[in-house]
């Protein structure tokens, strides 16, 4: 099992930058394919960004695209997106979530491990 952390979760006013990270606990990070989502209160989880274990091509949600910017650091056991460019409407708790398999999915169904969440507030 692991167990994933998140920080640098805030309030920022909107058209500033925000950068998360998630600290795993288990060695084998480099194993498991790695995924941000979100989920603002009344809404379902959300697919934020994605990265396979090998740091191929990455995965966004439409919503962030050419906003956020996703990476791994294997060696540090540690997952990280940077926000730019932020909108009220990317309000909301951001997730880390970690997936045994070998295959992508921006399904929440499909990952098998959370961290508990960051707040993240973007004011007008």
């Known amino acids: 099992q692991v167990q994933l952390v998140e920080s640098g979760g805030g309030l920022v006013q909107a058209g500033g930058s925000l950068r998360l990270s998630c600290a795993a606990s288990r060695q084998t990070f480099s194993s498991y394919t790695m995924a941000w989502f979100r989920q603002a209160p009344g809404k379902e989880r959300e697919f934020v960004a994605g990265m396979t274990r090998r740091s191929a091509v990455p995965k966004y949600g439409d919503s962030v695209k050419g906003r956020f910017t996703i990476s791994r650091d294997n060696a540090k056991s540690t997952l990280y997106v940077q926000m730019n460019n932020l909108k009220p409407e990317d309000t909301a708790v951001y997730y880390c979530?970690?997936?045994?398999?070998?295959?992508?999915?921006?399904?929440?169904?499909?990952?098998?491990?959370w961290g508990q969440g960051t707040q993240v507030t973007v004011s007008s």
């Open positions: 979530a970690a997936d045994t398999s070998i295959l992508f999915s921006s399904a929440a169904a499909s990952y098998d491990y």
